[in-house]
């Protein structure tokens, strides 16, 4: 699913009025009407008092066509206009006699007045600032902002939270609603995906409100979201007639004393997401525990105990994924290095092999192009340096994605795979995957659609996608606490199942943070 700028999002608006000929403050009614719905077929007449904030655009007009006909339905409502302008937008206007006319008389919030009573029992329709917002709010209103968030009362967000700017970090992060769910129009917000604002935001869902078709599958966007129709089709089928031999033979070079374990989980993340044959190469000291943890994997040595001074693998691998567990011992530096000469084709790199291309930058120019990097946030300030706001880091991200033409998977609850110019960012995982060798598994099951064939980004965007599908269910069974990495592996195959699960009813957009 494509994620707007607020900018496209305007632009679908008008072009929805222009093609349907309709009033905008049809297009205004038609999305209040989802509300309402939304909100009704949930309350169903119950009896507890709603508390609507408007504000004086068309975020606050939708809250008040949602108020009229709660009002209409018998809700108990309370509809408050937070008057932070003297700007107010047609709709805002029209909607205000409306509700008028149905005898409810809002109450005028300025910056003088007293606070509103709200009861952790009220419910709370969020509807001061949409998508417009374009600077901090005057303090009065973040002093509401304030108020509202803690009231503990359940939050209901028109949109976007509002307070929350859609394209760039909020001004003030206490001026921001925290919204226990967002209603939001059409289109999914790269906000409420990013650490720093996705904190925002408890769970959301999608309200389709119609908007123009043509317009939304004919605009390029930089940020895509990435569900079960997205990944669909990248799948590759196991032919009839086909061996071991034509879904690959990966490499997974990794691991060092004390740290084998996570080329283990690598290397059998690798076999279980399909690759045909996995050899492992790693150090003296692990032969005898791998060749018995995973009987299917083959095992390479190198010359030493402890650790991989050299790399040797006397075939030619249809894919490499290198660095779990490796260390960054001066000799194992040098082998990294001497091997990143030596290859040609895309390679998976994790761990300590990022440790060692931050350390050593030169080493990047080594890098095959379309290799795929997995830093999680850490690693990436390594790589890149420091960033002051999730949005200059996707920008950063971008820049040095396209600099070295490599696939940046940067690792976080919605992981984002950056390629091109562009970012997919990633619906599936759970915080139960907090937890040592989850990263170990991701490598290997990338490494491992690599080896069947999958381009570097298609191998990136699907196995982090089987990836978090792998820990969600391992969840279910485990729970959050107990899900180990070994865990994740054993789901990869349901994983794969529930990809081709046909949906029971239609699917709808949502999410929780
Ligand atoms: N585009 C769509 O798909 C639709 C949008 N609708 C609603 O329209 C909203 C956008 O409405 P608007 O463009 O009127 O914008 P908002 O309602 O978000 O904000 C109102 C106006 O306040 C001003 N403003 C911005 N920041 C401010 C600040 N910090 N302090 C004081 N004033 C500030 C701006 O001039 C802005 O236009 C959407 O979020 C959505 O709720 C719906 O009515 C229907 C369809
Ligand atoms: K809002």
Not at 314 to 322: C, D, K, L, N, Y
Request: hydrophobic share 40%; with cysteine; proline share 5%.
């Amino acid at each position: 699913m494509k994620i707007f700028t607020a900018r496209q999002i305007y632009e679908a608006d008008k072009s929805t009025i222009q093609k349907e000929q309709i009033k905008s403050h049809e297009l205004m009614e038609r999305a209040a009407t989802q509300l309402f719905e939304w909100m009704h077929s949930r309350l169903r007449g119950t009896q507890v008092n709603i508390k609507l904030f408007c504000g004086i655009g068309n975020n606050g007009g939708d809250g008040l066509v949602l108020a009229r006909k709660l009002n209409e339905h018998g809700y108990s409502i309370k509809v408050y206009v937070v008057n932070y302008s003297d700007k107010r937008s047609e709709d805002f206007l029209l909607n205000l006699e409306r509700l008028k006319d149905g005898k409810v008389w809002p109450d005028f919030i300025n910056a003088e007045s007293d606070l509103p009573e709200i009861s952790p029992n009220d419910i709370v329709v969020d509807a001061i600032f949409g998508i417009g917002l374009n600077r901090a709010p005057d303090a009065w209103v973040g002093n509401l902002i304030k108020h509202i968030n803690s009231s503990r009362a359940f939050t209901l967000s028109v949109d976007v939270p509002s307070g929350l700017p859609v394209d760039r970090g909020p001004w003030e992060p206490s001026y921001v609603v925290n919204s226990s769910y967002v209603l939001s129009f059409q289109v999914p917000k790269l906000v409420f995906f990013l650490p720093e604002t996705g904190v925002y935001v408890n769970q959301w869902e999608i309200l389709d409100i119609g908007l123009d078709q043509d317009y939304m599958i004919n605009t390029e966007t930089d940020f895509e979201l990435i569900g079960r129709p997205e990944v669909l089709p990248m799948y590759r089928p196991r032919l009839k007639f086909s061996h071991k031999g034509t879904y690959g033979h990966s490499v997974i070079v990794g691991g060092s004393y004390g740290k084998i374990g996570a080329v283990q989980l690598a290397s059998n993340a690798c076999l279980s997401i399909g690759s045909g044959l996995v050899t492992a190469f790693i150090p003296k000291c692990g032969y005898d525990s791998l060749q018995t943890a995973v009987p299917e994997v083959m095992v390479l040595t190198g010359s030493r105990e402890k650790n991989i001074s050299g790399i040797e693998i006397p075939f030619e691998p249809s894919v490499v994924g290198i660095g779990v567990g490796i260390g960054q011992d001066d000799d194992t530096v040098s082998a990294f290095g001497n091997f990143l000469k030596r290859v040609d084709s895309p390679m998976v790199i994790d761990a300590d092999g990022l440790n060692i291309l931050s350390q050593n930058p030169e080493m990047l120019k080594d890098v095959p192009a379309l290799s795929i990097l997995t830093p999680h946030p850490r690693e990436l300030e390594r790589l890149m340096g420091q960033w002051s706001s999730d949005f200059e880091k996707l920008e950063k991200a971008k820049a040095f994605a396209a600099h070295y033409n490599l696939v940046l998977v940067i690792k976080g609850a919605h992981t984002i795979t950056i390629y091109n110019g562009k970012g997919y960012v990633n619906t599936t995982g759970n915080p139960g995957m907090a937890t040592a060798g989850s990263g170990d598994v991701l490598t290997g099951m990338i490494t491992g659609l690599v080896a069947q064939g999958y381009s570097s980004v298609e191998a990136a965007i699907f196995g982090v996608y089987l990836h978090g599908l792998a820990g969600d269910l391992g969840v279910s069974s485990k729970g959050y606490e107990a899900l180990k990495a070994s865990n994740i592996v054993e789901h990869i195959g349901n994983a794969f199942s529930d990809v081709f699960r046909q949906p029971e009813m239609e699917q709808k957009e949502s999410g929780q943070n």
